[in-house]
């Protein structure tokens, strides 16, 4: 049962809200007034998706009212005004991570499709039998299975980067795995099932130093962490609208220009071309090469409202709100006798991944549920990384800059009573 109600004005210690107004924020979020189970929800899935500020659902809902029409194609006003929405949304994302060119901007349906795109694009012509892809123990399925099936198609192989039982790549083990016959490394930059923030720079250092390229699954840490794709001199860096407080059906993969104009399109259709003869087509020039039939026009809307919104707050800000809060959230649940936190690495944030003595995840998120509160359980599509640090899955509670002190507290006493109810 859902219900709208109006919640009292939050309490928050001024040491923890700093810059940010969270009160304010959280105004903006109209999912988050409301009771589940007639409890306030406390949401705490922001790893799976984050939830929409009405400055978001208000510029796709403005898309649909009133610019609603084909982008590229017409000369009418409408269309006119859609594709320069589209291509301003382009430009928006090239800014927020540091892209020097808008067309190394390629909008997808998410971060999935991302991957996808460069394994059938970049690395399936490329690959030879016996060439090696290099991904880590980390990675969540879509940085798995892509790359599987892409050695299913060339003879290639897949070599993995061990952890630490911290949840931390073992560098040295991962610069001898680098060989001649490495033609890509694909890494995880904030992990969902632990929240490990890899050393991307030295990842991509040693990796470029033998001429390797690199593909970044920023899927998660898009909203948690800066990223500028020209710092990090990263190849290839994929990330999803609805992590990023944006809509559903819409991502981004950035690509480094030289090589994108390189790679042969991804699907055909609509748009990518510039003249369709039978005898012989001539494909359109970036991104609209990769970008076959009607994208999501109100999905980049969407999402560069969402960029503009998180600028507005401050990417700072947020960062720093956040790690103060992710501090909390480890001191208190730390005091918290049976529980077992699954990834302790040096550098984390914003995923909280924990086990319970015998208690199945599956109940704890049931139990929690009850009370309001929002988690994830199960293998958060990272098995291979469940089975390194043997567990069969977990509860996660993942924030994002909405959640407050109050909340912390909150699944601090809904897991005393999960353990009072099946300890
Ligand atoms: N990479 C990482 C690190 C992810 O966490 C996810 C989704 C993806 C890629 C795929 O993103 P998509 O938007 O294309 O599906 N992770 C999760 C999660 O942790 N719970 O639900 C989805």
Known sequence: MNTMISLPKLKIPPQL????????????????????????????????TTQKPR????????YYNEDNANVHRGVHTLSMRATESYENARRTVQ????????????????????????AQAYARPRLRSGDEILISA??????????????????????????????ELLMDEYASLITPRTRLV???????????????????????????????DAAQSAAHLPIEVNELDCDFLAFSGH????????????????????????QGGG????????????????????????????????????????????????????NRLLDEAIRKLSDIRELKFIGTAAERAAVLSFILEDIHPHDIG???????????????????????????????????????????DVLVQGIRRVLKVLG
């Not at 309001?372 to 291979?384: D, N």
């Open 271 to 322: 748009d990518m071309i510039l003249s369709v003869r039978f005898e012989r087509t001539i494909y359109n020039e970036l991104p609209y090469k990769f970008e076959a039939g009607t994208p999501n026009i109100a999905g980049a809307v969407g999402l560069a409202a969402a960029i503009d919104y998180i600028e507005r707050i401050g990417r700072e800000n947020i960062a720093a709100y956040e």
């Open 17 to 48: 809200e700093g810059e940010l107004d969270i009160a304010r924020i959280r105004a903006d979020f109209p999912i988050l007034q409301q009771r589940v189970h007639g409890r306030p929800l406390v949401y705490l899935d922001n790893a799976a």
């Open 138 to 167: 980390m990675e969540h399925h879509s940085n798995i299975v892509p790359w599987q099936m892409v050695c299913e198609q060339t003879g290639a192989r897949l070599r993995v980067i061990p952890i630490n039982d911290a949840g």
């Open 55 to 62: 400055q978001v659902i208000e510029a796709v809902a403005r």
């Open 366 to 408: 049931t139990i929690l549920d009850g009370e309001g509160i929002a988690i994830r359980t199960g293998h958060h599509c990272a098995q291979p990384v469940m089975e390194r640090l043997s567990v069969p899955a977990t509860a996660r509670a993942s924030l994002a800059f909405y959640n407050t002190t109050e909340e912390i």
């Open 186 to 216: 694909a890494v995880v930059h904030l992990s969902n099932a632990l929240g490990t923030i890899n050393p991307l720079k030295r990842i991509i250092e040693l990796a470029h130093a033998r001429n390797v390229p690199v593909l970044v």
């Open 243 to 266: 992590k990023l407080y944006g809509p559903t059906g819409i991502g981004v993969l950035y690509g480094r220009k030289e090589i994108l104009a390189e790679m042969p399109p991804y």
């Open 95 to 118: 800014r927020f991570i540091g892209a020097e060119h808008p067309e190394e901007i390629i909008f997808t349906r998410g971060a999935t499709e991302a991957i996808n795109l460069v």
